[in-house]
């Protein structure tokens, strides 16, 4: 049982483009969503993440919108660069219960010049 | 040493035979973490422990055990390899026990069990 579900698997985004990757979850005791970056050959590292009491948060070029009541919430990056060519994973966790994290399938981004 | 070590990078190993797979951090964060990553599978938790001393199990704990005598090390060991440990083995550390906290990642091993 995936609790946590990404989705497209992969995505090919011109140089410039918006990339969304979307993730939906099952468990409403889910409390914290955070976003990884990872790139070929290294671990994980995380990017942006959200708690469900606002429904965008905006770093840079990255942004989550949140939506509580659809149990969904996305990735969008902004004015994509081929250097955003990296795998993505959303991620969800419960406040107390030590921090563990449940991960999406991932999407392999490659962002075209 | 700056973050987190694992040792192996990669390793092909017979199945039957017994492996760990070492973890090093040097932040002196209380939590650490093993998982796999697996294609279209994500990242999936085999164990975890919140502070030196206590081990919890995760989401796919079978055939793998781990150990916390202090702060800084979480060894991952396989009793007896089975091909469908074949993966790409990642610890993380955070700092708190609870919380939001960021996990940490190390640079993973690759295991191969034929």
């Known amino acids: 049982q995936q609790q946590v579900k990404q989705s497209p698997q992969s995505l090919i985004v011109q140089k410039g483009g918006i990339s969304i990757i979307n993730c939906a979850y099952e468990?409403?005791?889910?409390?914290?969503f955070p976003w990884y970056q990872q790139f070929p050959g290294k671990g994980p590292a995380l990017l942006i993440a959200?708690?469900?009491?606002?429904s965008e948060k905006k770093e840079g070029r990255f942004t989550i919108s949140f939506n509580k009541s659809a149990k969904q919430f996305s990735l969008h990056i902004m004015d994509s660069q081929p250097g955003d060519s990296a795998s993505y994973f959303c991620a969800a966790s419960i406040y107390n219960q030590g921090g563990k994290l449940i991960f999406g399938q991932g999407t392999e981004l490659s962002v075209k010049p | 040493i700056a973050g987190i070590t694992q040792a192996p990078t990669s390793q092909i190993l017979a199945a039957g035979r017994r492996m760990t797979l070492r973890c090093t951090q040097d932040m002196r964060h209380n939590a650490m973490y093993w998982y796999r990553q697996d294609l279209g599978l994500g990242l999936r938790l085999i164990h975890y422990s919140n502070t030196a001393g206590t081990t919890g199990k995760g989401e796919v704990p079978d055939g793998y055990s781990v150990s916390r005598a202090n702060t800084d090390d979480f060894p991952l060991t396989l009793a007896s390899a089975v091909p469908s440990q074949t993966s790409v083995y990642f610890c993380?550390?955070?700092?708190?026990?609870?919380?939001?906290?960021?996990?940490?990642f190390g640079p993973g091993t690759r295991l191969t069990v034929l």
């Open positions: 959200i708690r469900p009491d606002v």
């Open positions: 993380a550390s955070s700092p708190h026990r609870q919380g939001y906290n960021e996990q940490f």
């Open positions: 468990n409403t005791a889910f409390d914290y």
